[in-house]
């Protein structure tokens, strides 16, 4: 399968920083879109991380203390 041969569905979350969170569990990628417009990837970020983040009280907080600086990441050019 072509790497974006597929639609991933993606949540939207109020939140001042984030617009939408997706996930892809085969590939443990997880993708971004903020306020801002950019979205990015963020790569091997595990499963529970991603609920955690969908869940949290604040996404902006928990996405500064458990996503950011912690995974390898790229700027979706699509976005």
């Known amino acids: ?6 639609r991933l569905a993606m949540v939207q979350v109020e939140s001042e920083a984030i617009e ?3 996930y892809d569990a085969g590939r443990s990628i997880l993708f ?4 801002h417009g950019g979205r990015y ?4 970020v ?3 991380v991603c609920e955690a983040f969908v869940s949290a ?5 928990y996405f500064h203390e458990h996503i950011r600086d ?6 979706d050019r699509r976005a």
């Open 1 to 6: 399968m072509a790497p974006h041969s597929f």
């Open 20 to 22: 939408e969170i997706g």
């Open 32 to 35: 971004v879109r903020f306020a």
């Open 41 to 44: 990837r963020y790569f091997e």
């Open 46 to 48: 595990p499963h529970e």
């Open 57 to 61: 009280d604040s996404h902006g907080r």
């Open 70 to 75: 912690r995974y390898r990441y790229r700027r």
